[in-house]
C-alpha cells in the first residue's frame, strides 16, 4: 500500500514537472542560486542575434554573456528599440518594451565612441517609484589599448598593394567591467517621459538619460558602487540600443 502511494506521489511530481511553463521553470532555477557568468561562450557559441547592432562586435557580447542572469542564458538577442530605427525619445522606447517580458540590455555609445550601459531585470516602464531586482548592473567597455609607437610607426611603413585593399578592421574591444548590485538600496530603475535612470544615491544617478536620449550623465551611486561610466560623467549619446532575450 506504501509502495502504492509513493508510486502514486512520483508520478503526480514527474508529472507536475512536465506540466511546468518555461518561465516558471527558469524562474526556480535562478532561484536556486546559479551564478551569474556561468554560461560558457567556448562550449555553446554566442546566441543567435535577431537584428544588426551598430553599436557592439561578437567580442562585445561574448564578454557581456558571462555576466548575464541564469534566465536569460540561451536565448536569442532580440532587438527592441534603436535610436537610429526608432529615433531619439524616451516615450517611443517606453512603448517599444509595452509587450516585453524579459530582462534589457540597454547598450550606450557616445559621441567619443565609448561603449557602456546596463542589464535591467524587466522591460523599462514609466513609474514614479524604482523597480527592479538584484539581478540589474551596470557595466562599461574599457578602451582597447593601443599600439605603441614603434609598433604603430612599423604598420604605417608596410607598402599597401595597389591591386587589393582590405576593409578596415574592426576596433579591439577592451576588457569589461560590471558593478553588480551591492545591497545597499533597492534604487534599480525609475524612469518617465523625461528622463531614465538607473541606480541611485546621495542625489547622484549610476546613469540618467534625459528625454531625447541625447544628453547623459554617470556618477558613482551606492546602489551598484560603480565608477563613472566615462571619465568626464556627461556624455552626448550617439547611439543606444534595447536587447532583449527573447
Known amino acids: 500500500m506504501a509502495v502504492s502511494r509513493m508510486q502514486s506521489l512520483a508520478n503526480n511530481i514527474a508529472s507536475l514537472v512536465l506540466s511546468m511553463s518555461e518561465e516558471l521553470r527558469r524562474a526556480l532555477y535562478a532561484a536556486g542560486g546559479s551564478n551569474a557568468g556561468s554560461f560558457d561562450v567556448d562550449v555553446f557559441g554566442l546566441p543567435e542575434l535577431i537584428g544588426a547592432s551598430e553599436i557592439f562586435e561578437d567580442a562585445h557580447r561574448a ?42 540590455l540597454l547598450v550606450v555609445q557616445d559621441t567619443e565612441n565609448r561603449v557602456f550601459g546596463a542589464l535591467t531585470a524587466c522591460a523599462l516602464k514609466v513609474s514614479d517609484h524604482f523597480y527592479g531586482t538584484g539581478e540589474s548592473f551596470l557595466f562599461r567597455f574599457a578602451p582597447p589599448s593601443t599600439p605603441n609607437n614603434e609598433e604603430a610607426a612599423e604598420s604605417t611603413s ?61 556618477q558613482p551611486c551606492s546602489t551598484y558602487g560603480n565608477k563613472a561610466l566615462v571619465e568626464e560623467e556627461d556624455f552626448v549619446v550617439k547611439a543606444l540600443e534595447c536587447w532583449a532575450f527573447v
Do not use: C
Open 63 to 104: 564578454r557581456l554573456l558571462r555576466h548575464l542572469p541564469a534566465r536569460a542564458e540561451g536565448y536569442p538577442w532580440t532587438l527592441v528599440f534603436s535610436t537610429s530605427q526608432h529615433g531619439f525619445s524616451l516615450n517611443s522606447m517606453f512603448r517599444k518594451m509595452a509587450k516585453v517580458e524579459s530582462p534589457i
Open 158 to 218: 608596410q607598402p599597401s598593394s595597389p591591386a587589393k585593399e582590405e576593409p578596415p578592421a574592426p576596433p579591439p574591444v577592451g576588457k569589461i567591467e560590471v558593478f553588480d548590485w551591492t545591497g545597499e538600496n533597492i534604487f534599480f530603475v525609475k524612469g518617465n517621459n523625461e528622463s531614465l535612470a538607473i541606480g541611485a544615491g546621495d542625489g547622484k544617478f549610476g546613469l540618467w538619460l534625459d528625454g531625447d536620449l541625447y544628453q547623459g550623465r554617470t
